[in-house]
Nanobody, 118 residues
Framework: QVQLVESGGGLAQPGGSLRLSCATS????????MGWYRRAPEKERELVAS??????????YYANSVKGRFTISRDYAKSTVYLQMNSLKPEDTAIYYC?????????WGQGTQVTVSS
């Protein structure tokens, strides 16, 4: 049973930072890819950042809207993927979800709320 548990969301001021964590039930190496998505109110779900190859960071993907501000990273020993979010903007407000893909099957976490407001 694959489990993904997100944490780290909360309230931040514009220009502030938050770090989201996605703890997985298995080794990161067991997944074909992992990523962070978000869904803002009245908007479609959006891919924010993803890892296409757990061993090679140059294949990491970022949406244009977060490039230069967000960084996806992984801790193999803790089986955890992080999303460091800096220079937060009000438009980053959304529920953030972690997703992992293994052998064609997608698994989702429960989501964590991020609110950017002064």
């Amino acid at each position: 049973q694959v489990q993904l548990v997100e944490s780290g969301g909360g309230l931040a001021q514009p220009g502030g930072s938050l770090r989201l964590s996605c703890a997985t039930s298995g080794s990161i190496f067991s997944y074909n890819s992992m990523g962070w998505y978000r869904r803002a109110p009245e908007k479609e779900r959006e891919l924010v950042a993803s890892i296409a190859n757990v061993n090679i960071t140059k294949y990491d993907y970022y949406a244009n809207s977060v490039k230069g501000r967000f960084t996806i990273s992984r801790d193999y020993a803790k089986s955890t993927v992080y999303l460091q979010m800096n220079s937060l903007k009000p438009e980053d407000t959304a529920i953030y979800y972690c997703k992992a893909r293994r052998n064609g099957q997608d698994y989702w976490g429960q989501g964590t709320q991020v609110t950017v407001s002064s």
